[in-house]
């Protein structure tokens, strides 16, 4: 009697074994099956970030060694190639005004009420002498029209939140996805990014020349929701070939998908 008890658990362990067994096998088939490329989550990036129409009003903080500079910007945009940004301070940055249209940029001197195309070598240069550069703020087309996405792996790391003057780390599961260029024409030939798996928000990204070597890092942080979509409200960058240097910069006010006057993005509205 003992011996047929002992063997019908035997049997119940055995099925059950292979029960669970099954269970994690199909959940490995439809994780499998439902995961998501390096395309699927940058065209998710790209469809989280890119509107129809924005107003910001923002301000660059820039930090060189202990000095600190503060700028403040308005700024309206179209799509990912159209933009125009008014600086409305300090007194000596009042009125320069930027015009982004498509792969070209127009900058408008008050002081020599004159406009400047900003072309070839000047490019490279620092905008407002922050870590960004006027290359960066060119930037339109997609990231897959230049990039191959390959997803490397998923890992948390830690994001910069503003609860007041406080500034607070929050932690978010990413993907980390491999950005390799596919046409000559970049600015960086290699980008590795960590796409907040929830939001589609990039938190941060390693930008890469074709050596090999870092030349940038970015962050953003603040995320607030907008409707079906999320956004950072704060970012930082990093240019690697400057010392002591990083840059802020805060979003004070965001309105997306807004009618906003077509003569923002013309150069006619850069001298008025």
Same mark, same amino acid.
């Given at each position: ?6 063997k019908?658990?035997? #049997?119940?362990?055995? +099925?059950f074994?292979?029960? +669970?067994c099954?269970f994690?096998?199909?959940?490995f088939?439809? %994780? ?5 490329t390096g395309?699927?989550?940058?065209n998710?990036v790209?469809a989280n970030?890119t509107?129809?129409t924005a107003?910001?009003e923002a301000?660059?903080?820039?930090h060189?060694? %202990?000095?600190? /500079? ?11 190639? *159209? ?5 409305l301070?300090?007194p000596?940055d009042?009125g +320069?005004k930027y015009l982004k249209? #498509?792969?070209n940029?127009?900058m408008?001197?008050? @002081?020599? %009420?004159k406009i400047i195309k900003?072309?070839g070598?000047?490019? /490279? #240069? ?5 870590? $960004? ?7 339109s087309?997609?990231l897959?029209?230049k990039?191959?996405? *390959?997803?490397?792996?998923?890992e948390?790391?830690?994001i910069?939140?503003?609860?007041g003057?406080?500034?607070v780390?929050? #932690?978010?599961r990413?993907? +980390?996805? %491999? ?11 290699? /980008?590795m990014?960590? &796409? @907040?798996?929830?939001?589609m928000?990039?938190l941060k990204?390693?930008l ?5 070597k870092?030349l940038?890092i970015?962050?953003n942080?603040?995320?607030k929701? $907008?409707?079906?979509?999320?956004y950072p409200?704060?970012?930082t960058?990093s ?12 979003v004070?006010?965001?309105?997306f998908?807004?009618? &906003?006057?077509?003569?923002f993005? *013309?150069q006619?509205?850069l *001298?008025?």
């Amino acid at each position: 009697m003992k011996y047929k008890k002992s063997k019908i658990k035997n #049997q119940e362990l055995i +099925v059950f074994t292979f029960l +669970v067994c099954v269970f994690y096998f199909c959940s490995f088939i439809f %994780d499998f099956a439902s995961a998501l490329t390096g395309d699927d989550i940058i065209n998710k990036v790209d469809a989280n970030m890119t509107f129809g129409t924005a107003r910001f009003e923002a301000k660059m903080v820039i930090h060189i060694g %202990d000095e600190v /500079r503060e700028k403040k910007m308005l700024m309206y945009e179209r799509g990912k190639d *159209t933009g125009y940004a008014e600086f409305l301070s300090p007194p000596r940055d009042k009125g +320069v005004k930027y015009l982004k249209l #498509q792969d070209n940029m127009w900058m408008y001197l008050p @002081d020599v %009420d004159k406009i400047i195309k900003i072309a070839g070598h000047m490019l /490279r #240069q620092s905008m407002m002498g922050s870590d $960004f550069s006027y290359e960066d703020a060119l930037e339109s087309a997609k990231l897959l029209d230049k990039y191959t996405a *390959t997803l490397i792996t998923e890992e948390g790391i830690s994001i910069p939140y503003h609860e007041g003057e406080k500034l607070v780390e929050r #932690q978010r599961r990413c993907y +980390v996805v %491999d950005l390799t260029a596919k046409v000559k024409n970049v600015t960086y030939y290699r /980008r590795m990014i960590w &796409v @907040d798996k929830e939001w589609m928000v990039p938190l941060k990204e390693d930008l890469f020349a074709m050596s090999g070597k870092k030349l940038k890092i970015m962050t953003n942080g603040d995320i607030k929701r $907008f409707g079906e979509r999320h956004y950072p409200m704060y970012g930082t960058v990093s240019n690697l070939f400057r010392q002591n240097s990083y840059t802020e910069f805060f979003v004070a006010d965001a309105k997306f998908d807004i009618k &906003v006057d077509p003569k923002f993005f *013309t150069q006619a509205v850069l *001298t008025k």
